[in-house]
């Protein structure tokens, strides 16, 4: 089993920025595609970004958002910059190995003024 635990999200003015954290644990390996989505309320889950344990990285927004990864510590980060009030979501930590795929709980990203 892995468990996923993200932190870093809260509120923030338009044209800020937040770095989000996840820490995963248990049976979590580099053979892991680590990722993050976001869901907006009444709005579908979506793909924000991905990275596999090699560094290959996927992402929705290649200039605002960057994320990386350390598997020495199996965190995976996101860094978002630019934030606009259209960014506000919760965003979940997503791992996927094979047929096995893991979620967090969330963090809550608010960007408003």
């Known amino acids: 089993q892995v468990q996923l635990v993200e932190s870093g999200g809260g509120l923030v003015q338009p044209g800020g920025s937040l770095r989000l954290s996840c820490e995963a644990s248990?049976?979590?390996?580099?053979?892991?595609?680590m990722g993050w989505y976001r869901q907006a309320p009444g709005k579908q889950r979506e793909f924000v970004a991905s990275?596999?344990?090699?560094?290959v990285i996927s992402s929705a927004d290649y200039v605002r958002f960057t994320i990386s990864r350390d598997n020495a510590k199996n965190t995976v980060y996101l860094q978002m910059n630019s934030l606009k009030p259209e960014d506000t979501a919760v965003y979940l930590c997503?791992?996927?190995?094979?047929?096995?795929?893991?979620w967090g709980q969330g963090t809550q990203v608010t960007v408003s003024s």
């Open positions: 248990g049976n979590i390996h580099s053979g892991y595609i």
């Open positions: 990275i596999t344990g090699d560094g």
């Open positions: 997503n791992a996927k190995y094979t047929f096995y795929t893991h």
